[in-house]
């Protein structure tokens, strides 16, 4: 199943902007870029699993998310208008949109 990344990352900007609210307008230059940065992540992990075989490790999957989700908590701490709390909720909630996503498309890969 290949998945629609267009689609993906609508639905990481509409998920992130749910959990700032009024304070996407400050954030969203920095934020998109990082949301691009994540669906591409994203994308490189869909590739490698589509490979035969696979050519992503669980260590290898973990550490770009892992990454991914720290920079977008990352650029988002910097703005002054948003919190810790809510950097890591609005990261977390981007995150899960490209999980689910990649777990939708290989329901076979466990360490997803």
């Given at each position: 199943?290949?998945?629609n ?23 969203s ?10 669906v ?7 590739i ?5 075989p ?31 709390v ?12 490209v ?10 890969i466990?360490?997803?």
């Amino acid at each position: 199943m290949s998945i629609n990344w267009s689609q993906v990352e609508a639905s990481v900007v509409s998920a992130v902007k749910g959990v700032l609210k009024g304070d996407w307008s400050a954030v969203s230059a920095g934020a998109q870029a990082q949301i691009k940065a994540l669906v591409h992540a994203g994308q490189e992990i869909e590739i490698a699993l589509n490979s035969n075989p696979p050519q992503i490790s669980k260590s290898d999957y973990q550490a770009l998310m892992v990454s991914a989700h720290r920079a977008i908590e990352g650029v988002l701490q910097t703005y002054e208008a948003i919190g810790i709390v809510i950097a890591e909720q609005a990261a977390a909630a981007a995150l899960n949109v490209v999980v689910n996503a990649l777990k939708t498309a290989f329901p076979a890969i466990s360490f997803l």
